[in-house]
T-cell receptor, first 115, second 115 residues
Framework: AQTVTQSQPEMSVQEAETVTLSCTYDTSESDYYLFWYKQPPSRQMILVIRQEAYKQQNATENRFSVNFQKAAKSFSLKISDSQLGDAAMYFCAYKRAQGAQKLVFGQGTRLTINP | ETGVTQSPTHLIKTRGQQVTLRCSSQSGHNTVSWYQQALGQGPQFIFQYYREEENGRGNFPPRFSGLQFPNYSSELNVNALELDDSALYLC??????????????FGPGTRLLVL
C-alpha cells in the first residue's frame, strides 16, 4: 500500500521569506501523481500544485515550486515570498496513474506566517 | 464555473442514528470521491463513484454507503453512527477521461458531530 509521510507537524516563517515543506512517499508503482493541497481554517482543500512522476521537470505555480526526487521518493514544496494568506495546513498527496483514483494524504504540516 | 458544494455545513447526531450528506460536483465533472478527515489528521478515502457506480473503496465498513445520481451529484450515507464517526467529510469531484490525470477539486466539507 502507498503511504505518504510529512515529518514536520508545524513550520513557521517570516513574511516575505522562503519556506520548504517536506514530504516523502512509499510506492512500488512507477507511474503516479503527486499533489500539494492547502487547507486554511475555512476547511476547504485547495490545490496548490501537482507533479506527474514521468516528468523530470519540477512543477512551478507562481510563488510555489516543488523539488521532486523520484529515486529518493521525495516531494518537497517551496513557498517563496511568503504571505500572510499562505498560513494553512498543507497536505501532500499521492495518486496512482492507473486503477482506483483515490488520493493518499500525509498527516499535514501547519504553516504559520509571522508578520 | 460552479465549484463543488456540500450540504449541510454542520450536523449533530446521536449514536445509532443515520445521516445523509450531499455533494454537488463541479460543472463538467463525472466522478465524485468522499473522504473522512478526523481532527488533526489527513483525509482518508472512503469511496469513489463514477457513472453512478462505486469505483474503489477504502477501509470503511459497509455502514458507509453512497449513491451517485445521473447529474453526477452524490450522497454519503452512514448508518448506526458511532462516536468515532465525528469528523469533517469532504467531497471531491473530478473528470475521468481515459488515462488523463484528473485533479480532484474539493468542497467545503460537512462537519459531523456524533454525541
Amino acid at each position: 500500500a502507498q503511504t505518504v509521510t510529512q515529518s514536520q507537524p508545524e513550520m513557521s516563517v517570516q513574511e516575505a521569506e522562503t519556506v520548504t515543506l517536506s514530504c516523502t512517499y512509499d510506492t512500488s508503482e512507477s507511474d503516479y501523481y503527486l499533489f500539494w493541497y492547502k487547507q486554511p481554517p475555512s476547511r476547504q482543500m485547495i490545490l496548490v500544485i501537482r507533479q506527474e512522476a514521468y516528468k523530470q521537470q519540477n512543477a512551478t505555480e507562481n510563488r510555489f515550486s516543488v523539488n521532486f526526487q523520484k529515486a529518493a521518493k521525495s516531494f518537497s514544496l517551496k513557498i517563496s515570498d511568503s504571505q500572510l494568506g499562505d498560513a494553512a495546513m498543507y497536505f501532500c498527496a499521492y495518486k496512482r496513474a492507473q486503477g482506483a483514483q483515490k488520493l493518499v494524504f500525509g498527516q499535514g504540516t501547519r504553516l504559520t506566517i509571522n508578520p | 464555473e460552479t465549484g463543488v458544494t456540500q450540504s449541510p455545513t454542520h450536523l449533530i447526531k446521536t449514536r445509532g442514528q443515520q445521516v445523509t450528506l450531499r455533494c454537488s460536483s463541479q460543472s463538467g465533472h463525472n466522478t465524485v470521491s468522499w473522504y473522512q478527515q478526523a481532527l488533526g489528521q489527513g483525509p482518508q478515502f472512503i469511496f469513489q463513484y463514477y457513472r453512478e457506480e462505486e469505483n474503489g473503496r477504502g477501509n470503511f465498513p459497509p455502514r458507509f454507503s453512497g449513491l451517485q445520481f445521473p447529474n453526477y451529484s452524490s450522497e454519503l450515507n452512514v448508518n448506526a453512527l458511532e462516536l468515532d464517526d465525528s469528523a469533517l467529510y469532504l467531497c471531491a469531484s473530478s473528470r475521468a477521461s481515459g488515462r488523463a490525470v484528473e485533479t480532484q477539486y474539493f468542497g467545503p466539507g460537512t462537519r459531523l458531530l456524533v454525541l
